[in-house]
C-alpha cells in the first residue's frame, strides 16, 4: 500500500519544469513511459489529506474469460450421442465445443491450421482433430480448459478423411494418395498395418482412384472396412485377410457414403446430383439411382444431372420409413436458390431453404451403436453463417429456438460497450420488454445439445454489452457470470423515412450503403438515458418506458461551420460565440439551422439533413423511445461530418456532441439548441495558437478529401464494417486522407505515422495550415470547478479535441426545478485551457479522497406512466457534489488520458500532479477510469497490443502486458475496458471476446467456467449377451488389438509420421477444476502415461529377451557345428 501527501508532493514541485516541458519518457514502447510531477505549486495551497491507494500490481493478471458468439469460418462439425455435447471446427484452427447454455468452451491449435474434421472418442470425454497441416490431435475434453494430450503430424502424405468406430481406440486416416493408415487412439502411434492404394483396387486398373472421400466399418462386422475413393471406387476390405472382399465402380464421383444399420446396404451421394443404394451381394450395379431434384426427361431417359450431393445420411426407424437426409443437389436451371437441405421421409420430399451456404449437417440419433435402428430425431444444420436445428419428429420440421448467443453478427457489429456492476432491477426490465418480442413457430422440444455441467459461481453482480450494428440496430445483452444472452433489441432505423430506390442518392449521399449505421452510442444505466450517434451524421436521444405509446418523433436541425473561413453568408451573424442569456433565445433559431434556409446557387445543397425523420406519430412499444432526434445538414454544398464524439447528462437534460467541425450542445428537455460553433471559437481569447482566417476553399471534392464520410463497405473487404470515429487520431486530416488512413491501418505504430502526429502537436501553426479542422474527441459533463479562483463546484462540460487541448465550459443551469422546463440553459466559456499530448480520449474525476466521483443523474421515472396524471412531479437528482459534505474538502482531481500521455490536475488550483507519458512509438485507441477491488484506476490499450493500468491518483504503471496485436481496425474500434477487471472487443466480425485483467477473477475463473464432461453410462447395446453389455465391448474388439497392434502388423515407417507430446498431461489437468473429475482425470492421465512408460519398458524387456535367445540358439548352433572337428579342419 502506497500513501501519497500531497502537501508534501507540492510542495516539492517548486524546483520542477513546467508542464510543458515535463513529458520527456524516453521508453520506446507501451511500458517506457514515466510518472514525474510537473507544474509549480503555484495556488494550491490548501492542506491535504493523505490518499491511500490500496491498488498494488498484484491485483493485476490478464488472461482470456470466455468467447461468445458464432464461430467464425466454420469448417467441421461433431457430436457426442451420450454426453450431447458439440464441437465445430474453424478455418483459422479455433474449436467451440457447446452443450447447454452457460457450457461454451474456446479452444485453438496452436498452428492456425483449419480444422478438416473433428471426431469424439463418444463418453470418452476426448476429440480427435484432423487439421489442414496434416496433423491429428487428441483433446482432453476431462478438463475446463482442454488441451491437447498427444499430436501426430503427417510428413509424406496430406490427410482427406477420419474415422473413429464407436468403443474403438483405432482411428482410421484416409489420405490423398488414396492410403489408408491406422492411428492408437492412447499412444497416437501410427500401426504398421497400411491399406495401400494399389492393393486395395484391381490390378487391372490403369488409374489411380484419387484421395479416399470415406472410411467406415460394416455395421454388421466391424472387421470389414468400406473405403470410397474420389473417382467412384468403392472397396469392402477385409481387415484381417488384408484383401478386398468386393468391388464397386460408379461413373460420377464420390462425395459421401452412408450405411444401413444392417450393413447389407449403403447409399452413396455423387457429383451430378445423384444417389445411388448399392447392395453387397450384388456390387456389379447399384440397384437403385435417383437424382431427387433432377427433371424427369419425356422420352424416359435419365433424368438431367444436378449440383453436387455434398453429404447424405441414410437414418433407419423402428415404426416408419428411413430418413434419408442431403445437402445439396439442386438444379443448375435454378442459379439463384438458397441453399439446401433435403429430408426425403418416405415418399415426402422436403426442401428447407437456409440463409447461408451449408458447411456440413449431422443427423442426431437415439442410439450411438451403429448396428441399431438409428431413430432420429434432430438434424444440426452448420452454416457458413448459422447454427440450426431441426425437428425431425414433427411432420412440419420446425427448428429448434435457439439458446446461444450466435446471432450477434446478424447485423455487422460496429461498436460496443460494456457495463459491470450496473443496478440491478436493469436485466429484468430489460428482459421484459424484449421477450415481447419473441418469435413463434419454433419446435416445443427441448434443445437437444444438453451435455455438460454449469454453474453461476462466486461473481454476481449484474453486466451487461450493449453492440451497435451496421443496420440501425442496437442490441442489449445480459453478460452476468460469463454467460451472454440477449435482453433487448432496439431498431433505431424506425424514427427515419424509408428510402425509395430513386431517392437514394438524392439526400443520403455521405454513405453508399448501411445509412443507419451505429457509430457512437452513449448510456446512463441509472436514468436509462440511452443516445447513439449514427453514421448519417444524427444524434437519437431515447427514454425508457415500460408504456406504449403513440406520438409524433421531435427533430431539430444542427449547423456545424466546417472551417475558420470568412464566408459570405446570406444574413450574416453579429453575435458573439457565447450570447448571454438576454440574445441567448434569438440565436436559438439561427443555430437551429430550419430547413427553410435558402440553398445556394444551382443544385448545391445547404441545410438539408442526411434523413428524413417520420412527421406522422409513431407506434412505440414499450422499452425505449425516440424523444428527440437532431441531425447535422449540409453546408454551402458539403455534407456533415460524421459525429466523433457523444456525451449525455439526464440531471442537467443536455446532450452535446461533437465532430471535425465543432461542437453542439442541445437541450433535450426543451428541445432546442444552445450552442454550435467551430472548436476554435470555443477558445475565444484564450486560443493558444495563432491562427489566420482562412478563404472556403474552391470546387472540394467530395471523394477525395471526406473519406470519413464514406459508405462502411468501403472500409471493411470482410464481413464487419469499419467507421472512422474517436479512437483514431483525428488531427491528421491531411491533404491525402485515404493513403494517410490505409497507412494507419496497415501500421499504426509505423515512423510515417509518428511523424504525422509529432507534426501535427509540436509545429501545430503549419498543421492547422494544411487544414483548420481540429476534432472534438471526449466530452464529459461533471460538477467540477470550472475556473482558478472558484470556491465550489458547478456544472460544466469538458471538452476534448484532437490536438490534445482541454476546453471546460461552464453551464448555468435554472435555479429551480420548475423553471427547468422553461427558462433557458446558458452555456459560456470559462477562460481555462489545459494541455496534454496526443487527442484526449477520457476525463474522470476523483474527489479531495481519490474516490471516483460519479457523473450527475436523475432518478429514472417512467415518462408515460399511468399515475403521472400532473406533471409537477419532481425530478429527483443526484447530483454527487461535494459540496454536501464539506468534511471531504474543497478540492477534487481531474483525471485526463490522451492518446500519449496521462494527467491528473489539482482543482480548483490547475495544478498537474501528475504526468505518465504512456506511449512514444504508438498510440492508445482506448482509456478508461474504472473501478476495481473498491479502488480506482485507469486501463489502456496501446495499438501496440499493449494493455496497461495506471493508478489514481499517482499514475503509477500497475500492469503492463503486450497481449493482443491489433492485427485488425475491429479491434480497435470494439475494445472497451469495464469496472470488476472486466474488458472486450471483438475477435472476429462474428464473436465477442471478453477477457479479465483482475488477478482475483483469474484465481476464481475455473469455478465459473462449465464442465464439458460429466459421468454418465453408456447406453446398453440392443440384443447382446450378459457379458458383453457387461464389458462394452465387441466381439471384434480383440481382433483389432490383435490385427494392428505391433506384435502382427509391426511398427510403421518412422519417416511417416512424427509424434508429439502435447501440454494436456498432468501439466494441463492442474488447471481442472477441483472435486471427484478434477481427481478422476488427474489419476487417469497420471495411469495412462505409467501404462505408456510400463509398456515401453515391456516392449524394450521383450525385444532385449528376444536377442538373448536368438543369440543363444545361434552359439547353440555353433558349438554343434564344430563339435566334432579337430583343430586342423578349422
Not at 460496443?416 to 421484459?432: G, H, K, W
Not at 472534438?776 to 458547478?794: C, G, P
Amino acid at each position: 500500500m502506497k500513501k501519497f501527501n500531497f502537501r508534501k508532493v507540492l510542495d516539492g514541485l517548486t524546483a520542477s519544469s513546467p508542464v510543458g516541458s515535463s513529458g520527456g519518457g524516453s521508453g520506446s514502447g507501451a511500458g517506457g513511459g514515466s510518472v514525474h510531477p510537473g507544474g509549480t505549486a503555484g495556488a494550491a495551497g490548501t492542506p491535504r489529506e493523505e490518499i491511500q491507494e490500496t491498488l498494488t500490481s498484484d491485483y493485476f493478471q490478464i488472461c482470456k474469460t470466455v468467447r461468445h458468439g458464432f464461430p467464425y469460418l466454420p469448417t467441421a462439425l461433431a457430436f457426442d450421442p451420450v454426453q450431447k455435447i458439440l464441437a465445430i471446427g474453424t478455418r483459422t484452427g479455433a474449436i467451440r465445443i457447446l452443450g447447454r447454455p452457460g457450457v461454451d468452451c474456446y479452444c485453438q491449435h496452436e498452428s492456425g491450421a483449419a480444422v478438416l474434421q473433428l471426431q469424439f472418442l463418444i463418453n470418452e470425454g476426448a476429440l480427435v482433430s484432423a487439421c489442414a497441416d496434416d496433423a491429428l490431435h487428441l483433446w482432453n475434453l476431462r478438463q475446463k480448459r482442454p488441451a491437447v494430450l498427444h499430436s501426430l503430424k503427417f510428413n509424406r502424405e496430406r490427410i482427406t478423411y477420419c474415422h473413429l468406430p464407436f468403443q474403438s481406440k483405432w482411428l482410421y486416416v484416409g489420405t490423398e494418395r488414396g492410403n489408408t493408415h491406422i492411428v492408437n487412439i492412447e499412444s497416437f502411434i501410427l500401426s504398421g498395418y497400411v491399406i495401400m492404394w494399389n492393393k486395395a483396387i484391381e490390378l487391372s486398373t490403369k488409374t489411380h482412384p484419387g484421395p479416399v472421400v470415406h472410411l467406415s466399418d460394416s455395421p454388421r462386422d466391424e472387421g470389414k472396412l468400406l473405403i470410397g475413393y474420389e473417382n467412384g471406387t468403392i472397396v469392402f476390405w477385409d481387415l484381417r485377410s488384408k484383401r478386398a472382399d468386393l468391388r464397386a465402380y460408379y461413373d460420377e464421383a464420390i462425395h459421401s457414403v452412408a450405411w444401413h444399420h444392417e450393413g447389407k446396404q449403403f447409399m452413396c451421394s455423387h457429383s451430378d446430383g445423384s444417389l445411388t443404394l448399392w447392395n453387397l451381394k450384388s456390387p456389379n450395379r447399384p440397384f437403385q439411382t435417383t437424382i431427387p431434384h433432377g427433371k424427369v426427361q419425356r422420352d424416359g431417359k435419365k433424368p438431367e444431372s444436378c449440383k453436387p450431393i455434398l453429404k447424405v445420411e441414410y437414418k433407419t426407424c423402428k415404426n416408419s420409413e428411413p430418413f434419408v437426409i442431403f445437402s445439396g443437389g439442386l438444379s443448375y436451371d435454378k442459379p439463384c436458390r438458397r441453399p439446401s437441405l433435403t429430408i426425403m421421409h418416405g415418399k415426402a420430399i422436403t426442401v428447407l431453404e437456409m440463409d447461408h451456404p451449408i458447411v456440413d449437417f449431422l443427423t442426431l440419433c437415439e442410439t450411438p451403436y451403429p448396428n441399431e435402428f438409428q431413430e432420429p430425431y434432430a438434424v444440426v444444420v452448420l452454416l457458413e453463417k448459422d447454427l440450426i436445428v431441426v425437428d425431425l419428429t414433427q411432420s412440419n420440421f420446425p427448428i429448434f429456438e435457439n439458446p446461444y448467443p450466435i446471432d450477434i453478427h446478424e447485423s455487422p457489429v460496429t461498436c460496443t460497450e460494456y457495463f459491470a456492476d450496473c443496478p440491478p432491477d436493469l436485466i429484468p426490465v430489460l428482459y421484459s420488454v424484449g421477450a415481447k418480442h419473441k418469435k413463434q413457430g419454433y419446435s416445443n422440444k427441448e434443445w437437444p445439445i444438453s451435455g455438460g455441467a454449469w454453474n453461476l459461481g462466486a461473481q454476481t453482480y449484474p453486466e451487461i454489452i450493449i453492440t451497435g450494428h451496421a443496420d440501425g440496430s442496437v442490441k442489449f445483452w445480459d453478460a452476468s457470470a460469463i454467460t451472454l444472452q440477449m435482453l433487448y433489441k432496439l431498431k433505431t432505423s424506425k424514427v427515419f423515412e424509408k428510402q425509395k430506390v430513386g431517392e437514394g442518392k438524392a439526400t443520403a449521399e455521405i454513405v453508399e450503403e448501411d445509412p443507419f449505421a451505429i457509430q457512437m452510442m452513449y448510456w446512463c444505466p441509472e436514468s436509462r438515458i440511452f443516445c447513439v450517434a449514427g453514421v448519417s451524421a444524427y444524434v437519437i436521444v431515447y427514454k425508457f418506458s415500460k408504456h406504449e405509446v403513440n406520438t409524433e418523433i421531435a427533430s431539430l436541425e444542427v449547423r456545424l461551420q466546417c472551417e475558420v473561413e470568412d464566408i459570405i453568408t446570406p444574413e450574416p451573424e453579429t453575435n458573439p460565440p457565447f450570447p448571454d442569456a438576454s440574445s441567448q433565445l434569438p440565436s436559438l433559431k439561427s443555430l437551429s439551422g430550419s430547413t427553410n434556409t435558402v440553398a445556394c446557387e444551382g443544385t448545391m445543397k445547404d441545410s438539408i439533413p442526411c434523413l428524413s425523420v417520420k412527421a406522422r406519430p409513431v407506434r412505440m412499444p414499450p422499452g425505449y423511445q425516440a424523444d428527440l432526434v437532431i441531425q447535422l445538414v449540409w453546408v454551402d454544398g458539403e455534407p456533415p461530418q460524421q459525429i466523433t464524439s457523444l456525451a449525455v447528462n439526464s440531471a442537467y437534460g443536455l446532450v452535446a456532441f461533437g465532430n471535425c467541425s465543432g461542437l453542439a450542445v442541445v437541450d433535450f428537455m426543451q428541445k432546442t439548441v444552445l450552442l454550435s460553433m467551430g472548436t476554435l471559437d470555443l477558445y475565444g481569447s484564450s486560443d493558444p495558437y495563432q491562427r489566420q482566417p482562412r478563404s472556403p476553399r474552391k470546387s472540394r471534392q467530395f471523394a477525395a478529401d471526406n473519406f470519413c464520410m464514406r459508405g462502411l463497405s468501403n472500409f471493411y473487404p470482410d464481413l464487419t464494417k469499419r467507421i472512422r470515429t474517436s479512437y483514431q487520431s483525428l488531427t491528421e486530416l491531411s491533404d491525402s486522407p485515404v493513403s494517410l488512413e490505409l497507412e494507419r491501418c496497415k501500421s499504426p505504430t509505423s515512423e510515417n505515422r509518428e511523424n504525422s502526429f509529432s507534426r501535427s502537436r509540436s509545429s501545430s501553426v503549419s498543421s492547422i495550415d494544411r487544414d483548420s479542422k481540429e476534432a472534438i474527441t471526449a466530452l464529459y459533463f461533471m460538477e467540477s470547478f470550472a475556473r482558478k479562483n472558484d470556491s465550489a463546484v458547478s456544472s460544466c462540460l469538458w471538452v476534448g479535441t484532437g490536438l490534445g487541448m482541454v476546453i471546460i465550459l461552464s453551464l448555468n443551469l435554472p435555479a429551480s426545478d420548475d423553471l427547468r422546463q422553461s427558462e433557458p440553459v446558458v452555456v459560456s466559456p470559462s477562460g481555462t485551457v489545459l494541455t496534454l499530448k496526443g487527442a484526449v480520449l477520457t476525463f474522470a474525476c476523483l474527489d479531495c479522497m481519490g474516490t471516483l466521483t460519479h457523473r450527475p443523474y436523475e432518478v429514472w421515472r417512467d415518462p408515460h406512466s399511468a399515475d403521472d396524471g400532473d406533471k409537477t412531479r419532481k425530478r429527483k437528482l443526484v447530483m454527487h457534489s461535494p459540496s454536501s459534505s464539506q468534511d471531504m474538502g474543497d478540492h477534487q482531481f481531474a483525471v485526463i488520458c490522451s492518446e500519449k500521455q496521462a494527467k491528473v490536475f489539482s482543482l480548483p488550483s490547475q495544478t498537474c500532479l501528475y504526468v505518465h507519458n504512456i506511449t512514444e512509438t504508438s498510440f492508445l485507441l482506448r482509456a478508461d477510469v474504472v473501478t476495481l477491488c473498491n479502488s480506482v484506476c485507469l486501463a489502456c490499450f496501446c495499438a501496440n497490443g499493449h494493455i496497461m493500468t495506471l493508478s489514481l491518483p499517482s499514475l503509477r504503471p500497475l500492469l503492463d502486458i503486450n497481449y493482443l496485436p491489433v492485427t485488425d481496425m475491429r479491434i480497435a474500434r470494439t475494445f472497451c475496458f469495464t469496472n470488476e477487471g472486466q474488458a472486450l472487443y471483438l475477435s472476429s466480425p462474428t464473436e465477442i471476446q471478453r477477457l479479465t485483467y483482475s488477478q482475483e477473477m483469474c484465481d476464481n475463473l475455473q469455478d465459473m467456467l462449465g464442465d464439458l464432461f460429466t459421468p454418465v453410462e453408456t447406453p446398453e447395446a440392443q440384443n447382446r449377451g450378459f457379458l458383453k453389455g457387461l464389458f462394452g465391448g465387441s466381439g471384434q474388439a480383440f481382433d483389432r488389438e490383435e490385427l494392428f497392434g505391433e506384435a502382427t502388423a509391426g511398427k510403421a515407417s518412422r519417416s511417416l509420421a512424427q509424434h508429439i507430446p502435447g501440454s494436456g498431461g498432468i501439466e494441463g489437468v492442474r488447471g481442472a477444476a477441483g472435486g471427484v473429475i478434477g481427481d478422476l482425470t488427474r489419476a487417469r492421465i497420471a495411469l495412462d502415461e505409467r501404462g505408456q512408460k510400463l509398456g515401453e519398458l515391456d516392449e524394450r524387456t521383450a525385444s532385449m529377451m528376444a536377442s538373448a535367445e536368438a543369440f543363444s540358439k545361434h552359439a547353440h548352433e555353433v558349438m554343434l557345428k564344430y563339435k566334432d572337428k579337430k583343430w586342423y579342419q578349422f
